[in-house]
Every structure is written in structure tokens, then in C-alpha cells.
């Protein structure tokens, strides 16, 4: 049976058996959100957590594995916007200088799977992709890191598919854009 198959919730496996066939799926998707491990090791327990609680509320109206990336992707936006609202002031006030001259940049981010010379690319892709809009970000995320389809897409953000693929549509276009941009700056030099 396919992972993305929608089943009834008597029909579901035991919860060991959820967990060990999407704990890796559910931490690469929260990885490409939360862009640091240790959260990502401590959201993806959450979203277990909160799978095993819930697993008796799952009514079979979608499948599985959507039900999971839904819980995966709520579970990672909450927790930027918890951690943006908390480091708000903090991490303004740290970015600039009396005068207004920003004194840093935000560190990079290297994704555990890319190989070492790809590393630098690698950071700045997904600095960038971080830089999207939420709704562009959730579905390039799926789509493009996590292979998911259209369809399984526009069932997890709960839009229709037209809406999936112009969300994708435009998140690559900005990333074109940004990209070209950042390129065009660096030959500058």
C-alpha cells in the first residue's frame, strides 16, 4: 500500500510502525523550515507526540502521510513564530549599531545531506527559500525537497491544485529572481 493511500482509521498500523516509516520524512521537512537540527530533532519528536496523541481523533479523510506532513508543517511555522515573536526585540537591536548599520548577517545554514563543496550553494538556496513567502515555502518545501505531488501538496496546505502550482510557480520565479541577483552583485566584485 502507498504511503500517500487513505485509509480508515481502523486500517492504520501500530504507532511503532507509523514512526519508524516517517520519522525521517517528517524531520527533513521540518529541517527545511527550521534550518537547524536540534530543532528539527525536537520538532519531529513533537510531531510524533502530538501523531500518538491524536492518532484516535484520525478520521481517514485524507491519507496518512498527509495528515502527518499537515501536523510536520504546523508544528515548524508555530515554532518560527514563536521564536520570532520572543527574539523580536533581541535580535533587532543586535543586528544594528547606534547608528542604524547593520553589524551582522544571519548565520548560514548547512543542510546535513549536501556534499562539502556544494555547501556554500547549498546555504545560500536555502537562506533564500527561507526568505519566501510561508505559503510559497510550504509548497517548494514539499514539492521540491520532499518530492510530494500536486495533489498530496494541495491536501496538506489544504488548497486546491491550480492554487498549488501557482504558488510554486511564483515561489520560483523569486528565487530566480533572488538568486540572479545575488549572482549579478558577486561577478560585480
Do not use: C
Request: hydrophobic share 40%; no cysteine.
Amino acid at each position: 500500500m502507498s504511503i500517500f493511500a487513505v485509509m480508515q482509521p481502523e486500517q492504520l498500523p501500530p504507532f511503532p510502525e507509523i514512526y519508524e516509516t516517517y520519522k525521517n520524512k517528517v524531520f527533513n521537512t521540518v529541517l527545511g523550515y527550521l534550518q537547524n537540527a536540534e530543532d528539527a530533532e525536537e520538532t519531529t519528536q513533537d510531531v510524533f507526540v502530538e501523531v500518538h496523541r491524536s492518532l484516535h481523533s484520525f478520521e481517514g479523510k485524507s491519507s496518512l502521510s498527509t495528515w502527518i506532513y499537515r501536523i510536520a508543517v504546523n508544528k515548524s511555522l508555530d515554532l518560527i513564530k514563536s521564536k520570532n515573536r520572543k527574539k523580536r526585540f533581541a535580535f533587532l537591536s543586535s543586528l544594528f549599531d547606534e547608528k542604524g548599520a547593520v553589524q551582522h548577517d544571519r548565520p548560514d545554514f548547512h543542510h546535513p545531506g549536501v556534499q562539502l563543496e556544494q555547501k556554500e550553494n547549498a546555504a545560500l538556496l536555502f537562506k533564500t527559500i527561507n526568505e519566501l513567502p510561508e505559503n510559497q515555502k510550504t509548497a517548494f518545501i514539499l514539492s521540491k525537497l520532499e518530492g510530494l505531488g500536486y495533489a498530496e501538496i494541495a491536501e496538506v496546505m489544504q488548497l486546491s491544485i491550480p492554487s498549488v502550482e501557482s504558488l510554486l510557480f511564483r515561489a520560483k520565479q523569486n528565487l530566480q529572481k533572488k538568486l540572479s541577483d545575488y549572482f549579478k552583485d558577486e561577478r560585480k566584485f
